[in-house]
T-cell receptor
Framework: EAGVTQSPTHLIKTRGQQVTLRCSPI?????VYWYQQALGLGLQFLLW???????NRGNFPPRFSGRQFPNYSSELNVNALELEDSALYLC?????????????FGDGTRLSIL | QQQVKQSPQSLIVQKGGISIINCAYE??????FPWYQQFPGKGPALLIA?????SEKKEGRFTISFNKSAKQFSLHIMDSQPGDSATYFC???????????FGTGTRLQVFP
């Protein structure tokens, strides 16, 4: 069974640009989560999508946004990139109907802002 | 209130020894506590998880001990191996929010 897949693996952008990161969940999973892993800041929750709807949002500015498609894949969009957006962006997925939802992570997209 | 405090920041253990990583929390609404293992260049991989109605859970060489009254939980790695060298994260979540609050991570190095 394929795990969570993310693309691209690496990305280099400059300040002010926009970026779109993509995530495909494990087959059968309906929830997708996005986390930011920045140096010195650890893993921070960004967004949670379930059944196409945004269910929860972390403490990030509105220029971080995303969506979930009918096939449950997801995109994370970041506008007006800033230097501090340099980080590993991780996507996780979990299944439907489990009382406790273990989240399974992909290997992330490494975003570097110059 | 939403924090999970993890210690130590780094840990060096000899092969065959026991590695112990501790986490503490304040928010009693947390009801799910997973541990993740992360190798360089990879995403975190779920190791083991526990709910607060259980005091201990064991999977192979990995054991979570949970102390609800002290609001602490810990990961024990028995018979530590060089292949266990990685960064370990504890986390906690509240069921209806589903977001994971992570500890700051522990870099474990196991020497032969």
């Amino acid at each position: 069974e394929a795990g969570v897949t993310q693309s691209p693996t690496h990305l280099i952008k400059t300040r002010g640009q926009q970026v779109t990161l993509r995530c495909s969940p494990i087959s059968g999973h309906t929830s997708v989560y996005w986390y930011q892993q920045a140096l010195g800041l650890g893993l921070q929750f960004l967004l949670w999508y379930d059944e196409g709807e945004e269910r929860n949002r972390g403490n990030f500015p509105p220029r971080f946004s995303g969506r979930q498609f009918p096939n449950y894949s997801s995109e994370l969009n970041v506008n007006a990139l800033e230097l501090e957006d340099s980080a590993l962006y991780l996507c996780a997925s979990s299944g439907l109907g489990q009382k406790r939802k273990p989240q399974h992570f992909g290997d992330g997209t490494r975003l570097s802002i110059l | 209130q939403q924090q999970v405090k993890q210690s130590p920041q780094s840990l060096i253990v000899q092969k065959g020894g026991i590695s112990i990583i501790n986490c503490a929390y304040e928010n009693t609404a947390f009801d799910y506590f997973p541990w993740y293992q992360q190798f360089p260049g990879k995403g975190p991989a779920l190791l083991i998880a526990i709910r607060p109605d259980v005091s201990e859970k064991k999977e192979g060489r990995f054991t979570i001990s949970f102390n609800k009254s002290a609001k602490q939980f810990s990961l024990h790695i028995m018979d530590s191996q060089p292949g266990d060298s990685a960064t370990y994260f504890c986390a906690a979540s509240i069921g209806n929010t589903d977001k994971l609050i992570f500890g700051t991570g522990t870099r474990l190095q196991v020497f032969p």
